[in-house]
């Protein structure tokens, strides 16, 4: 993990630099993490493209400005977060604001994916469905960002605007809901939180 945010950030200061290879490989390196992060907000493709496609034009043009920029990631979450909250907002045709907080953000457990004995398959996939329905748009992308993306409890907070002590509180919250699901459950209630959370969490986001 350490040798890829170093070779992340070797590749943001090439492109800084205004070396047109790493450009591209930067845009080849986010795209598809960008793309499935905007497909969580929305099924619109052309919307999610465009987002991407509008925040990596303007790093390029506005690149001299970036070398105070040493959290690749989160500042690149960031703006593309940024940009596609705004175009959805727009998008509504209401002069009304809606909060970050009321955008819904999508996650679905794959049945195949799901690390459970086969003989319960189905009903515990139903159960995740359920948990995973009952949390927050602002839970589920903490979520997302903990277990897909491997980021810290600071990166998290930096991208959704709260203090890294509401963070551990959101994610802790959603954790709580969907460890509730499996109460019944004697052998997986007895489970430590983080290794309950891993097994039934990380397959959650292809």
Known sequence: MQHN???ELALWEAFI???RDAYADLYRVYHSRLYNYGHKFTADTELVEDCIQEIFI???MNRSKLSGVHTLR???FVSFRRRILKMMQDNKHSSAFIPEENFDFAIE???DQVMINKECLYERHINLKNALEKLTG????AIFFMFYENMSYGEIARILHISKKATYKLI???L???RSVYKQNSVLWMLPLPVLAISLILSFFY
């Open 172 to 174: 802790g919250r959603a």
């Open 109 to 111: 457990a794959s049945v």
């Open 74 to 76: 989160s500042y690149l």
């Open 138 to 141: 602002r839970q589920k992308e």
């Open 5 to 7: 945010q170093e070779s």
């Open 58 to 60: 303007h790093f390029w």
């Open 17 to 19: 630099s205004g070396k």
């Open 176 to 178: 709580a809901e969907l």
